[in-house]
């Protein structure tokens, strides 16, 4: 009798190149995706077109060409270091403009160094920074205190329309459309030309109070679980992981209400957070994330979106025709050495 | 300046009484849901009726009568005792009754005692059970090596309409229809008669191979991370876990592909593997899950609907108007003690 643990490592055999030195986060889906890639004619044409014989998510991202990946401006990479490693997060300035320079400015004077982890909660977030019962509360230095939310950006009709946006053709119950927005997971109205980022696994945001605007920066969190969709436009969302999701994912949950931790000791101490650009190119982590608007990526997503289509022998039964935005995971890989 | 931690820690003293004694798993949702419910006349407007004034989910949850909820009978309730501690999990018998029922008899002959957690891939599964690469597999006694799949049921038109189903309104990508079989999540198609199971966080499923015919429960799964909704009509649901998954969750991911762990000494050991009926009843865990067909829970869910309605002080900004069928929680509690 075979085994699904059989078929998985069979599957994982695929695409385990593209998951060399990253985490299994960023390869989850890759891992997943075993099953062919046969677009559909009334989505992807480009895609179908270039697709001749059923290739899976992994076989079509091992496959991309160089220039179906871009490597993220160091301002916008934030190292998280922690005991057990390092998290590697990718800010979302066309999303949260002023809350990312303001997170810049608090790791540049060292804010979040000897902070902590102090919240953990089962299939939702960890968060960090901000220790919040400390009395008086660390001084945040030249950062604001204070921001207007950026819960969602409404442009002009025409920075709307140049605005990145690869959008999906599958639906959403919570936006009227979603896709990447600058390569991140987002959904937008362009009845109201707004746009907004989608809190996916992985996804990054500023923790805040009641108020709107009560939120700067200084207490950060990573969503660990279920998308929690319902908080998209009701919270700023500054950015991703890139690599290192189990390192979070696996932290103890705390004991407290809502997974915070009842003593210190039990927190994750934030060794050190720093901004790629501020590192020595050699000691950056060389990550590359693969472009939304790559054919590359538009022929990833179909895998995902038909797995086992053209494939009788395949795992998959019954390709869903549709994918979820959370259950699209935008490729990363280590820069390959040439 | 408030922040989300302090939010966190005001919304959680509203509810933390039905969470005594239970995992932040079960308790999540009601923890995030601290807004009003205010039930749209298109839905539930017996729900409408019966809530004059705006109340979270936590509220409803917490006031629930007790015909609002349900004992599981114990001959699907099944404990996983690992080193650190029980998970529960019930069976799904009307979803798939010959797994469930080859799954009793796997745990009757002590097939799991002694066997292991063997794979735990980040933001996808934890897997357990039949070892594989040990050569030969441990026998299965008298349980059946081979089973027809129960990927999804379909019924006779009189048998579907009289399969109990609580369906939501909220629109869906995956199914026709979704809700709640039996009291778990599923999916529906009316055109054909069937329904199945849906992967939500915590659903447990039957590994198999490639075959369709391949799973017989001696390999199960749960989901620790966002939805795989992908794999429903793919493979076997049996049952979902109502206590205990962040005894699962937290586990080390596996360093082999797909989350395999590389050596025996990294496995989690079962140390027992039990059906509730068959212990004494004073060693039972006294959980009781809330009725899918109650009013309580169609006004909770309602809750998640549209967080922060009528409650312009509260947390939320904008309710969503929707909720995703992975982000209803079905509430669970310890039998209260009279």
Redesign the interface.
């Known amino acids: 009798?075979?085994?699904?643990?059989?078929?998985?490592?069979n599957?994982?055999?695929r695409i385990?190149g593209i998951?060399l030195g990253l985490?299994?986060?960023v390869c989850?889906v890759p891992?997943?995706a075993q099953t062919p890639a046969q677009p559909p004619a009334q989505t992807q044409p480009a895609a179908a077109a270039s697709t001749s014989t059923p290739r899976s998510f992994g076989d079509i991202v091992a496959a991309a060409p160089a220039d179906a990946w871009r490597t993220p401006d160091p301002q916008n990479v934030v190292y998280l270091d922690i005991p057990t490693g390092r998290v590697v997060i990718e800010l979302a300035p066309n999303l949260a403009p002023e809350h990312v320079a303001n997170i810049r400015t608090l790791i540049r004077e060292k804010y979040f160094d000897g902070l902590a982890i102090?919240?953990s909660?089962?299939?939702?977030v960890v968060?960090w920074g901000?220790p919040?019962d400390k009395v008086p509360?660390k001084p945040i230095g030249s950062a604001k205190?204070?921001l207007a939310p950026e819960?969602e950006r409404t442009l002009s009709a025409e920075a709307f329309k140049r605005f990145a946006f690869d959008a999906l053709p599958?639906?959403?119950?919570?936006a009227a459309e979603v896709g990447f927005a600058s390569g991140f997971h987002a959904g937008r109205d362009p009845k109201t030309n707004t746009v907004w980022g989608a809190h996916?696994?992985?996804v990054v945001g500023v923790?805040?109070?009641?108020?709107?605007t009560?939120?700067?920066g200084a207490?950060l969190?990573a969503i660990i679980?279920?998308?929690?969709?319902?908080l998209?436009?009701?919270?700023t969302v500054v950015g991703r992981v890139l690599q290192g999701?189990?390192l979070l994912?696996?932290?103890?949950?705390g004991t407290?209400?809502?997974?915070?931790y009842a003593t210190p000791a039990e927190t994750t101490p934030l060794r050190a957070v720093s901004l790629a650009a501020d590192l020595p190119a050699s000691e950056r982590v060389p990550v590359e994330v693969m472009r939304t608007d790559s054919p590359s990526f538009t022929q990833a997503v179909e895998a995902?979106r038909n797995?086992?289509a053209g494939d009788p022998?395949?795992?998959?039964?019954?390709p869903?025709g549709?994918?979820?935005l959370?259950?699209v995971s935008i490729p990363v890989r280590l820069k390959p050495t040439k």
């Open positions: 009798m075979l085994t699904y643990l059989r078929f998985a490592q599957a994982a055999s385990v998951c985490t299994l986060t989850a891992l997943l102090v919240r909660q089962d299939n939702y968060q901000d919040v509360r205190p204070s819960f599958d639906r959403d119950g919570y996916c696994y992985g923790g805040r109070g009641n108020e709107s009560s939120g700067n207490s969190y679980g279920h998308a929690p969709r319902h998209d436009r009701n919270i999701m189990p994912s696996i932290l103890p949950r407290r209400p809502l997974g915070f995902l797995r086992g022998n395949g795992w998959f039964k019954r869903a549709y994918v979820e959370c259950n």
